[in-house]
């Protein structure tokens, strides 16, 4: 029973323009939301979170936009820059617990 | 080197063998996970551990075993491995749980393959 889903596997850009990545959770219990980024052979890295009290968290390219009532979250990057292909991997927890769920991973490629 | 490792990063094994996979942290940190990834899934946490002694479940803990005498090494065992068990698993530290997901760093992770 996955409860943060990634509905798109795979997702392609044109360099320089925006790469929009989604992930919807089903548990309302979730307060934080985090964005990893994994390179082939790596481990994932942490990118970007939110907590449920905000709906936007900006870091440079990267920004964060949550939905609570539609359970719904979003990383948008811009410009997008062929380093920025990876598999991004959304995940969710509860503050405080000792677990994250994480989603199935969207590969980006940003093609040059 | 300073920083989270994995070993081996790769093994192949028998159905029934024994096999540990070991991971080792450098930053003293309290928090340490086992995850494994797998196609359809993302990553599953399978142990964690808070401090050296204490250990418990997390999502998918059947047929693995951990361990934390040292809080440096975070070792999970397959005592019997299964083909099911063929994954790719990720070791986590974290200073803190409550923080965990922005101060979680993951080692490179192990691939195993169980025939």
């Known amino acids: 029973d996955q409860q943060v889903k990634q509905n798109s596997p795979s997702l392609s850009v044109q360099e320089g323009r925006i790469s929009i990545l989604n992930c919807d959770y089903t548990?309302?219990?979730?307060?934080?939301f985090l964005w990893y980024k994994k390179y082939p052979a790596e481990g994932p890295t942490f990118l970007i979170s939110?907590?449920?009290?905000?709906d936007k968290n900006e870091d440079g390219r990267f920004t964060v936009f949550l939905n609570k009532s539609a359970k719904h979250l979003s990383l948008h990057i811009v410009p997008s820059q062929p380093g920025d292909s990876a598999v991004y991997f959304c995940?969710?927890?509860?503050?405080?617990?000792?677990?994250?769920?994480f989603g199935t991973g969207t590969r980006l490629t940003v093609i040059p | 080197d300073a920083g989270i490792t994995q070993s081996p990063r790769y093994k192949i094994t028998e159905t029934g063998r024994q096999v540990t996979l070991m991971c080792h942290q450098t930053w003293s940190h309290s928090y340490m996970f086992w995850y494994r990834q797998d196609l359809g899934h993302g990553l599953r946490l399978i142990y964690y551990?808070?401090?050296?002694?204490?250990?418990d479940k997390g999502e998918v803990p059947d047929g693995y075993v951990v361990s934390r005498s040292k809080t440096e090494n975070f070792p999970l065992t397959l005592e019997s491995a299964t083909r099911s068990q063929t994954s790719v698993y990720f070791c986590?530290?974290?200073?803190?749980?409550?923080?965990?997901?922005?101060?979680?760093?993951f080692g490179q992770g192990t691939r195993l393959t169980v025939v």
């Open positions: 551990s808070a401090a050296a002694d204490i250990t």
């Open positions: 939110i907590s449920s009290i905000k």
């Open positions: 548990n309302s219990m979730f307060d934080y």
């Open positions: 986590a530290s974290s200073e803190s749980r409550g923080t965990m997901g922005t101060e979680a760093f």
């Open positions: 995940a969710a927890s509860v503050t405080g617990a000792n677990n994250l769920f």
